[in-house]
């Protein structure tokens, strides 16, 4: 089992940034893969970033330069750099983790990002 405990949220005027946390627990070592969803109101949970072991990302498109994951395997956290934020990235974040050889993720709790107008 993994155990992820998610921080950073919060509010924030359009253009500004923030920085979510997740740190992961438990049965940690076989993790391999580390990301970020979001779900606004009234819509589905969508991918964000995700990260690698190796440390590849990946990003969906309406966070390109603007958003930026990262790692620290020694710590086991995921973080995610947000940037230029727009009023469209309201929502809850959810940190996600997937273990080697599962096909199903470990999910934490969620964190609200709201951002102004």
């Known amino acids: 089992q993994v155990q992820l405990v998610e921080s950073g949220g919060g509010l924030v005027q359009a253009g500004g940034s923030l920085r979510l946390s997740c740190a992961a627990s438990g049965s940690t070592f076989s993790i391999n893969v580390m990301g970020w969803y979001r779900q606004a109101p009234g819509q589905q949970r969508e991918l964000v970033a995700r990260?690698?072991?190796?440390?590849?990302?990946n990003y969906a498109d309406f966070v390109k330069g603007r958003f930026t994951i990262s790692r620290d395997n020694a710590k086991n956290t995921v973080y995610l750099q947000m940037n230029n934020l727009k009023p469209e990235d309201t929502a809850v974040y959810y940190c996600?983790?997937?273990?080697?050889?599962?096909?199903?993720?470990?999910w934490g709790q969620g964190t609200q990002v709201t951002v102004s107008s």
């Open positions: 996600y983790v997937r273990r080697t050889g599962y096909s199903s993720n470990y």
């Open positions: 990260i690698i072991s190796g440390g590849t990302t």
